[in-house]
Nanobody, 126 residues
């Protein structure tokens, strides 16, 4: 079970911090990712990471502005979003899949790679 929180409304240039509690089997061997879907658009990758270690991957749209971190003790993933733009407005989802090893970037940033999805949290930037 994945549960996101932290969404809300913010003005352009502002910040939000999203959280995703990962209640998954064998937590330390999961790839997890943050995705977003704006109304009328396809779901797109934001960032991804392997819970077993290693740096996160970022989609081009989030590089330099968003930061994905893990609190392994709390089994929680955080997405710090800074310098938000109106085009960042979307429903944000976290996703996870059990894996033996870290995905390479192509698969980590592909929605079809993931098995479990949260219910989403809305982010609106005006």
């Amino acid at each position: 079970q994945l549960v996101e929180s932290g969404g809300g409304s913010v003005k352009a240039g502002g910040s939000l911090r999203l959280s995703c509690v990962l209640s998954v089997y064998n937590y330390c061997k999961n790839d997890m990712g943050w995705y977003r879907q704006a109304s009328g658009k396809e779901r797109e990758a934001v960032a991804a990471i392997w819970t077993g270690g290693g740096p996160p991957y970022y989609a081009d749209s989030s590089k330099g502005r968003f930061t994905l971190t893990l609190d392994n003790a709390k089994r929680t993933a955080f997405l710090q979003m800074d310098t938000l733009k109106p085009e960042d407005s979307a429903m944000y989802f976290c996703a996870a899949v059990p894996t033996r090893a870290r995905f390479d970037e192509f698969w980590a940033l592909k929605p079809s790679s993931y098995l479990y999805w949260g219910q989403g949290t809305q982010v609106t930037v005006s």
